[in-house]
């Protein structure tokens, strides 16, 4: 084998082993360093309002900064506090609402069994009694076969839900440890935040700072271009659930859509976890004028969402559609619900180490060219 390709192969062995190497050493960082990331993408969100209270109030950086956090806690905080107290007011509703539907469904379900169940049960019992004796021995096994599975995977669902809620109150602790860390590291990367880029750059190379720096600015333009993305369409879909529950004269119509709009963040489910229910809850309770209306709603909502959203993060984070809803149907199918977001974050990544040439330099030192 000839020299040159022997050297080609190493080299793109080392390129992949770094690669490797480097994604592990990063995960495992992370792990524990994951407030002090928090905090720099704060710093990095609240950076230009901090410059300009800087430069056009005349602050000292360290008021600046905690000004700008001030703001940012109460604006964040007030915003709780309003959709707290209309969800309340919504539950407390519907604390009065679900008993009065609830007993309703069960006088439906009382006469429906009475007038549908109870007969067919009669017409399967002859039906059962004029089998022969091994037949009925295995449709007996059958049914208890089905009812252990059910009863197996109810009590693992309801283990399970009690096994978390000790994890659940233990995760509190330190929720409030990563926010008060968190939030000062805030305020010490934001204060320095031109005296920390100052020196990561003396610390790289120049083709590394170049590059870097291209790959930093695409990266920070399709994460506010994420966050737009995903606010954009979580307002569309609140507005137009808001407009159709107004037509509809459902009660409490704010609480509802901005409880639909945030469910909408799921991946894959979404709104379905509310509408389904409701759906078929309206429909055995009799309702089926209402059920309709709730239908043709959540399918408009379904569909403008499938519509919108290629659209949506192509627009804001440069992407194109095409390859957006690649992304999307691939991360499904390697991660699941998560990979509807893992998808067309990894292709910015890709497509930002493109146009950074990071691919090409890779390339060429593989092949043994200097990078240019």
Avoid: C
């Avoid at 909502?301 to 659209?311: A, G, T, W, Y």
């Avoid at 957006?324 to 990979?339: D, E, Q, S, Y």
């Amino acid at each position: 084998m000839s020299r040159v390709y022997v050297d080609r192969f190493l080299r793109f062995f080392l390129v992949i082993a770094a690669v490797a190497l480097g994604a592990i050493a990063m995960y495992y960082i992370a792990t524990v360093t994951y407030p002090f990331i928090i905090a720099f993408f704060i710093a990095m969100i609240i950076n230009p309002l901090v410059d300009a209270l800087e430069r056009k109030a005349k602050m000292p950086r360290w008021l600046a900064v905690s000004v700008t956090l001030i703001m940012l806690f109460a604006a964040v905080a007030g915003l709780v506090t309003l959709l707290v107290a209309e969800i309340v007011s919504g539950t407390q509703y519907l604390a009065r609402v679900v008993p009065e539907k609830f007993q309703a469904l069960i006088t439906y379900m009382e006469t429906f069994v009475a007038d549908q169940i109870i007969p067919i049960y009669k017409d399967l019992a002859g039906m059962f009694k004029s089998l022969s004796a091994a037949q009925q021995d295995t449709i007996m096994q059958n049914i208890q076969a089905v009812g252990k599975k059910i009863g197996t995977t109810v009590g693992e669902f309801v283990q399970s839900i009690l096994q978390n809620i000790p994890q659940l109150l233990a995760w509190l602790p330190n929720a409030a440890t990563v926010f008060i860390f968190s939030l000062l590291a805030t305020f010490f990367i934001s204060k320095d935040w031109h005296r920390l880029m100052r020196m990561a750059q003396q610390w790289l190379p120049t083709k590394a700072r170049t590059s870097g720096k291209t790959v930093f600015l695409d990266l920070k333009r399709a994460l506010f271009g994420f966050i737009k993305a995903q606010a954009t369409l979580i307002s569309i879909t609140t507005v137009i659930v808001l407009i159709g529950l107004l037509i509809l004269r459902v009660d409490y119509a704010i609480t509802i859509a901005l409880i639909i709009g945030f469910v909408d963040l799921l991946p894959y489910l979404g709104t379905g976890i509310v509408f389904v229910p409701w759906i078929i809850y309206t429909m055995a309770s009799g309702d089926i004028p209402f059920a309709i209306g709730l239908g043709v709603l959540y399918v408009v909502v379904l569909v403008q969402r499938q519509i919108m959203e290629p659209k949506v993060l192509s627009s804001t984070i440069g992407l194109d559609p095409l390859a957006t809803l690649i992304a999307l149907f691939v991360g499904f199918k390697l991660l699941g619900f998560l990979g509807l977001i893992a998808g067309p974050v990894a292709l910015v990544i890709i497509r930002t180490l493109h146009s950074a040439n990071v691919f090409r330099d890779l390339w060429r030192f593989i092949i043994g060219k200097p990078a240019t």
